[in-house]
């Protein structure tokens, strides 16, 4: 059963375009809120993560906006590049779970030169 | 290279047969995990160790599976007669152990066709 629910499925935007991702979380506490990006043949690797009591995250060119009343969060990239091109997962940590990652379903991003 | 290691990368069997994937994590990780990823969906837990202990096992690792940690160092996961539906990406991460949420570290996976 997916608790996490990602979308768009995929996207495509010019270079120097700020691509949004978005996630949205069921009836279930969780304690952190990492997104993690894939290259083909590659598994995934962490990119920046969240925890439900600060509303933004900014690391480089990759922002996080987290609403909790919403129970949404999402993924902004600024100035993207064509090497910016992967599938992007959203994921959570439900409380109590100890350890498991929940993922969402993948957006694939196309960054044109 | 000290990141995770994984092996074999491909594997093709027939269906009915076992296959055993191993992966090696980054050393002194205490936490070992296993993900299953088909194509088009992020990846799905499967269980975890914490050193040697296999601590938590999701329901969609049927008794045709097992995972082992032998000295909480290296793993393998088996599958005993190999069904289609078992045609997917496995992959292997490992973690400190010392916080709740912390990084993952994904290996490149072994990716198993079941004929």
């Known amino acids: 059963q997916q608790q996490v629910k990602q979308s768009p499925q995929s996207l495509i935007v010019q270079k120097g375009g700020i691509p949004i991702i978005n996630c949205a979380y069921e009836?279930?506490?969780?304690?952190?809120f990492p997104w993690y990006q894939q290259f083909p043949g590659k598994g995934p690797a962490l990119l920046i993560a969240?925890?439900?009591?600060?509303s933004e995250k900014k690391e480089g060119r990759f922002t996080i906006s987290f609403n909790k009343s919403a129970k949404q969060f999402s993924l902004h990239i600024m100035d993207s590049q064509p090497g910016d091109s992967a599938t992007y997962f959203c994921?959570?940590?439900?409380?109590?779970?100890?350890?498991?990652?929940?993922f969402g379903s993948g957006t694939q991003l196309t960054v044109l030169p | 290279d000290t990141g995770v290691s994984q092996d074999p990368r491909h594997k093709i069997t027939k269906r009915g047969q076992n296959v055993t994937f191993r992966c090696d994590p980054i050393?002194?990780?205490?936490?070992l995990y296993w993900y299953r990823q088909t194509l088009g969906q992020g990846p799905e837990f499967l269980t975890y160790?914490?050193?040697?202990?296999?601590?938590?096992k999701s329901r969609l690792l049927s008794d045709r599976f097992s995972a082992e940690r032998p000295k909480g160092s290296f793993s393998t996961l088996e599958i005993q007669r190999t069904e289609q539906g078992d045609s997917a990406m496995y992959l292997c991460?490992?973690?400190?152990?010392?916080?709740?949420?912390?990084?993952?570290?994904f290996g490149s996976g072994t990716q198993l066709s079941v004929l």
């Open positions: 991460a490992s973690s400190p152990g010392t916080t709740i949420g912390e990084k993952l570290f």
């Open positions: 009836n279930t506490a969780f304690d952190y």
């Open positions: 969240i925890r439900p009591d600060v």
């Open positions: 994921a959570s940590v439900p409380s109590g779970s100890a350890r498991q990652l929940t």
């Open positions: 050393s002194e990780h205490n936490r």
């Open positions: 160790f914490q050193n040697e202990a296999q601590l938590e």
